[in-house]
């Protein structure tokens, strides 16, 4: 069982309590994550672990890794997102066939965060390999 704990700062603004691991979210601040842009970095570094780990997995030649997120939310409450897309860019030898598989199993089997998000929400994966 996972437990975290959050201490509120006033406004709409919550930081870790001493012991949990470091974040500080405000509702709208820009410059500071707010508690849906938690969900997609949450999202991205979930997938992107799991991306990593498969590729050198395969002893692919894997030197950087970005991922990049796009999301459209509903117009009215709850503004949940309706669909996300993840981009990952790629720098190593690795073919394309590893990269989409890997990419898959993230999504299928691994990233515990997208199949705690996933029951309708559109996901939509691209990628592009750099030679490095």
């Avoid at 509120?8 to 870790?16: A, E």
């Avoid at 709850?78 to 999504?107: C, K, Q």
Wanted: hydrophobic share 40%.
């Amino acid at each position: 069982m996972a437990s975290l704990s959050l201490d509120w700062q006033g406004d709409l603004k919550f930081v870790n309590s001493p012991g949990s691991p470091a974040i500080h979210l405000e509702s709208s601040t820009p410059g500071v994550t707010s508690p849906t842009q938690a969900l997609a970095y949450a999202v991205m570094a979930c997938m992107g672990m799991d991306v990593v780990h498969v590729i050198r997995k395969g002893r692919h030649e894997l030197t950087a890794m970005s991922v990049t997120f796009e999301g459209r939310r509903a117009e009215d409450h709850p503004r949940r997102y309706r669909a996300m897309h993840l981009h990952f860019d790629i720098t190593g030898s690795v073919d394309d066939r590893v990269v989409e598989r890997a990419i898959e199993l993230s999504r299928t089997k691994y990233c515990s965060v997208w199949n705690t998000v996933n029951p309708d929400v559109d996901l939509q994966t691209t990628f592009r390999i750099t030679a490095g």
